[in-house]
């Protein structure tokens, strides 16, 4: 009988790290030690455990980790909060890869890049700048704005600083909502903090975070003169099949599963506002 | 062409179910046709059509994907696909055999839906001629001719005989396990029912109605069109339409703890129902009106655009004969018609 992309496989978690106080980050490999699957950054997974639910995350790991697969988790329904409870060594099932990704080899290559993300968004776009970092050659400067409601909050904020903040070529800005005693430093939303940033226009853009983050940063990043088809986000919507046959995820004629998750915001400027 | 006497139609059916599955339109208990095994003595039902359309042949309400043994901390996947077993499905009207070549676009896109195909691998479809199309009937709309039905194999009666003619290798193969009943016949009697069904289409309340609108304008002026509040209004949400159509086929995925073990289902879903899109985090859909918007925009904009133009309903008339508020697609395209 022929392969069936329903039948998931089984992933054991060699690794968990609370990396806010409602987000994990989980470290996947097959029950033989290896990767399950490669990707292209963006890409997702339809991560499970068999009676509790299952449920499409991005893989926040870079392709280029040639040994494990990462999800990074927020507890805020069924199967999340599950997974908040478990520990390491347990059996889930995963399968996939799913959706288009990131143009990381074709529109990205070359060009400045600048990533914009809040909270739990940074996990998608974790596998591009990793992904970048690791092919440093491969890419122009790198501008990263990340912000969080508190400074607890922020995902990856170790490897933001041991990391990024270290990388070639590489800016990172960080943000919290609200003053908060140990943060010295800035304070204020996304959409501001881009504006007053001033980033260059002819940066290719890579956003994600909250719809209404979304929403603000683009008409920021409008004012600024950014274009539409040089701004790209990663969707979300529920999904069932991964595979654009169970009907809940799309938005218009196009399957966030498949079509996506990966839009730049001319391609969305043609569909129906309804996500 | 083929045809064998009418009186002989229960020696068609045993010698179809001698060597594969037969099913067939009977009437239920209820006086409503259903689709059903057959078995000696199971009479074929002349009623135009079945309550509940044929799509359930080769995507059942429920399906077993795999099943799961947890133990502690580990997962076993088990896969528990068998191939289909040969069989027969006797009887298809023309609307919902086209139902099955836009449930294909679906289920055999890639990545192929292993249970589908499996299913329309060993499945033949035998269709038989509407002789008498009803004032629901509107396939002409779609452009299909309920007078010369697609499937594997047609079928047409008239004056006391059953024709048969195979369209494809299936059909030639079917038409071959029964060619010992079958006499050779030219197609005259076949010709002259089809120029009465055709003359019966033609007279057909629906069969006029007008789809140039959903061609004619973008995907976002219908979207954002002011009918669709008008339109939903009063709808329940009930799901009926989506379980009776034919080319519906949103589902579900669901697990089932047997107390020992794990058994993942698929299953029907409604893009009707108001969990259908939620998710921890919101809900993309959460009035009626957009649920109600989901469902036409997929049958007469969505799945055209993506499908080479062609719209995603066969005119099989169910949703208006069961919609409890008397809505239907109809209605959906003729207030857009009207400018």
Known sequence: ??????????????????????????????????????????????????????????????????????????????????????????????????????????????????????????????????????????????????????????VDYQEIIDEWMNCPNTKVDLTIDREQEGWDGHVGFIPNYVKELQPDTSRTVVMCGPPIMIKFTLAGLKELGFVDNNVFTTMELRMKCAIGKCGRCNIGNKYVCKDGPVFSFDQLSELPNEY | MFRLPVSKIDDLFGTIASSRTLYLPVDGNDGRAKYDKWSEGTKMSDKLNTVRSAKSFFFPQTTNICDFNVNGANVEVVDIREESEDFVVFGVRACDARSFTILDKVFLAEPVDSYYATRREHGTVVTMACSEPEENCFCNVFGIDAAAPEGDATCWIADGYLYITSNNEKGEKFVESISALLEETDDSAVKAQQETIHGIVEKLPFGKVSTDHFRKNTLLEIFNSEKWEKLSESCLGCGTCTFVCPTCQCYDIKDFDTGHGIKRYRTWDSCMYADFTKMAHGNSRNAQMQRFRQRFMHKLVYFPDNNNGEFGCVGCGRCLSRCPISMNIIKVIKEFGEE
């Open chain 1, 1 to 154: 009988m022929q392969s069936e992309t329903l039948i998931p496989r089984v992933g054991v978690v060699t690794d968990i790290r609370q990396d806010t106080p409602d987000v994990k980050t989980f470290r996947v490999v097959g029950t033989d030690g290896k990767k399950l699957f490669e990707h292209i950054p963006g890409q997702c997974a339809m991560v499970s455990m068999p009676g509790i639910g299952e449920g499409m995350f991005s893989i926040t790991s870079s392709p280029t980790n040639r040994e494990f697969m990462e999800f990074s988790i927020k507890k805020c329904g069924c199967l999340t909060t599950w997974l908040h409870s478990i520990e390491v060594g347990q059996q889930i099932t995963v399968r996939g890869p799913y959706g288009n990704g990131f143009p990381v080899e074709s529109t990205f290559k070359g060009k400045d890049l600048l990533f914009i993300a809040g909270g739990i968004g940074l996990a998608p776009l974790r596998s591009v700048i990793n992904y970048v970092r690791d092919n440093r050659e491969n890419y122009g400067s790198v501008h990263i704005v990340y912000g969080s409601r508190s400074k607890d909050d922020l």
